[in-house]
């Protein structure tokens, strides 16, 4: 079903892994697709990790991934800062591994709040109330407020846990400014630097994820074939009550 | 001109002290009106302190007020759940001094998240990650949503801090519920916990306090006569600019 693509854009938590299990097979068709000489990029929403501790955890998992093959959601705002506000400083509301992918891009980080031109926030799992502190007297000095993503949700060892979007919330609302720039899927940024790494035109890509509203919406604007896989937290009657229709919808990643 | 005024809302910070100090002339207008046989209530939006604590901070700064003519929001919080939702567990986001005012109320605290009826939010200045994802686990597991109050800043030793809101802002956007109650001022909740303490009707009663939009507005949403004091962040130009008008704007307390 898939002999014209040459390009796979795949999700990670949900359809490589899940916690901290491989999703079975999913080992087995990654190696299958480099053998026939597909071009594969990791795709995911994550930005408080670096590529680096990405590809250490997906090989400490047994999976065959390079790093350059891998981009968070910290890689694309990283290079988006880059690219688009060079003389930019910023001051990041997140963890250290956001800090690492925007030192590898050269981003200038602010030595205070007060100096930042843009605040940019990601997941904080050891978030205290001075650093929240430190993020809204950067935005209450004038810095433009981008996040990494706006992920309400992620699934925690013990249930859904509070992501990004909170950590959005606590500024916008206090500030009373709203975010100029969401990185994440499925934005048009994310599409862009996925086909960028994978050299090909979006009708000969598929993106392969187990979120409608991030994987397949993505594709779905970009132009490239989708297939849902139902090890995330979707079901088969979502699918079906949902008005987005992935072209393939699988069991699993190892279907393919 | 506050010949016919028998009872005296007064906020605390900003008209009373100022961070740690009080505001010159505020310990003898108080005296003066105790003396004068004048019912006196200190109304904040402060939630985070119990009554206690605030009572034996404003003893240290050498002003002559009772425990009981104190009136936070965290007092009237734990009334309002005490005479509405006896039955009802809480789950708190927010400091200890909040917890011994439910504590005094006789309200009941949830031994989890999960079972929690009302999520009760306050300044949290020593908040994790770890407090803000249970806040989050108690509405998702279906906690409504109340506030001891929704200020956005409040002033801190090195500049405006953020508040309340961010808190709340936090919780709504993860979990993309509402906030069901607000106690704070300029409520009717916080009027008539103001006038009953007093035991006067409105129009006997005065409101002196620094802020438009909870003291002058409460005030003005009851039937109290007002007075702005300058000694809070308010100047002149800001009344002249408002559409609301105190009855009168004195350069603070002192004045009285």
Request: aromatic share 4%; hydrophobic share 40%.
């Amino acid at each position: 079903m898939t002999e014209n693509i040459d390009g796979f854009v795949i999700d990670l938590d949900g359809t490589v892994y899940k916690g901290r299990q491989v999703i079975e097979g999913a080992a087995d068709t990654i190696n299958r697709l480099k053998r026939l000489g597909k071009r594969l990029v990791f795709l995911s929403n994550r930005g408080n990790i670096s590529r680096k501790m990405c590809h250490a955890r997906l090989t400490e998992m047994g999976l065959n991934v390079q790093e350059d093959e891998i981009l968070l959601t910290s890689t694309v705002s990283a290079n988006y800062l880059k690219k688009h506000y060079e003389k930019s400083q910023v001051w990041v509301l997140g963890e250290q591994g956001l800090k690492d992918e925007l030192a590898v891009a050269g981003v200038m980080l602010a030595d205070k709040p007060e100096s930042a031109d843009w605040l940019l926030i990601t997941l904080h799992e050891s978030l205290t109330y001075r650093e929240l502190n430190d993020a809204f007297r950067a935005v209450r000095h004038g810095a433009r407020i981008m996040a990494t993503n706006a992920d309400k949700t992620f699934p925690g060892d013990n249930g859904d846990c509070i992501d990004v979007a909170g950590m959005i919330g606590a500024i916008t609302a206090s500030t009373g400014r709203e975010v100029d720039v969401v990185i994440g899927k499925p934005s048009k940024l994310m599409a862009d630097a996925a086909l960028e790494v994978l050299g090909l035109p979006p009708e000969r890509c598929m993106v392969i994820g187990d979120s409608m509203e991030s994987d397949i919406q993505l594709g779905k604007n970009a132009g490239m074939r989708t297939a849902l896989v139902l090890t995330g937290s979707i079901k088969r009657a979502d699918v079906e009550a949902s008005s987005v229709k992935p072209d393939w919808v699988w069991d699993s990643i190892a279907i393919l």
